[in-house]
């Protein structure tokens, strides 16, 4: 799997957009993006996931580059429950025996300030 | 959304003795679930694949015979730690997916302690 380069930690403050960038300059043409945070003493949670085409749900929006090799989390109003480890995962979305397991980089730690 | 339930979620045992976690897929079947461990400070790191009606795919370094998986259902995987030692204290989470193409989705991961 591609692996992706994740600042450490970021700061943001309550009602502000964050944005977590996520570097995976090696990433191949059948590898989907995904983001998961995972919040104090709780299992990771599946935020969203793309290919190559920018991505919106209810809980953030995901912008990928052109040249697929970097994207960006994008929470458009950060609030304090925000406060996680945020995850950018880069894997083949189906097929294979190896499906499904995600390899944890160490994430960025983003905290939400009043 | 797909619910992926873990239970217990904090467990304290006595070294010596054996703990059972349990993995449950609440709103869907999954043919395969995926335990992890997280210690302190740390990332996950996938321990084993759990495969309904046949044997755990297990990780380099991961002892089989220490961490039993029983994939017994199509919504039920069990990992127990077998004779628990307090280096085995940790974080353990487990996963599953809903379809082919549908992302993994976590429980909320159980606490063990080991004194």
């Known amino acids: 799997d591609a692996k992706t380069t994740q600042p450490p930690s970021m700061d943001c403050a309550e009602g502000r957009a964050a944005n977590l960038p996520c570097n995976h300059s090696?990433?191949?043409?059948?590898?989907?993006v995904y983001w998961y945070r995972q919040i104090h003493s709780q299992g990771p949670q599946y935020i969203i996931h793309?290919?190559?085409n920018n991505e919106t749900n209810e809980m953030a929006s995901l912008i990928i580059t052109e040249d697929r090799k970097s994207s960006t989390l994008i929470l458009p109003h950060a609030t304090l429950r925000d406060t996680a480890v945020y995850y950018c995962i880069v894997r083949v979305r189906a097929g294979g025996t190896s499906y499904g397991k995600l390899t944890f980089g160490q994430g960025t730690i983003l905290t939400v300030h009043p | 959304g797909a619910v992926v339930s873990q239970h217990p979620s904090r467990v304290i045992c006595k070294s010596g003795t054996s703990v059972k976690i349990e993995c449950r897929s609440l709103?869907?079947?999954?043919?395969?679930m995926f335990w992890y461990r997280q210690f302190p400070k740390q990332s996950l790191m996938l321990m084993a694949t759990?495969?309904?009606?046949?044997?755990?795919?297990?990780e380099q370094g991961v002892e089989k015979d220490k961490f039993l998986i029983n994939h017994a259902s199509l919504t039920l995987s069990t990992l127990t730690v077998t004779s628990a030692h307090p280096e085995d204290s940790s974080f353990y989470i487990c996963?599953?997916?809903?379809?082919?193409?549908?992302?993994?989705?976590f429980g909320n991961g159980t606490r063990l302690t080991v004194t």
């Open positions: 793309g290919l190559k």
């Open positions: 709103d869907f079947q999954a043919t395969t």
């Open positions: 759990s495969n309904e009606g046949s044997k755990a795919t297990y």
């Open positions: 090696t990433i191949s043409g059948n590898e989907y």
């Open positions: 996963s599953a997916r809903q379809g082919e193409r549908s992302p993994l989705h």
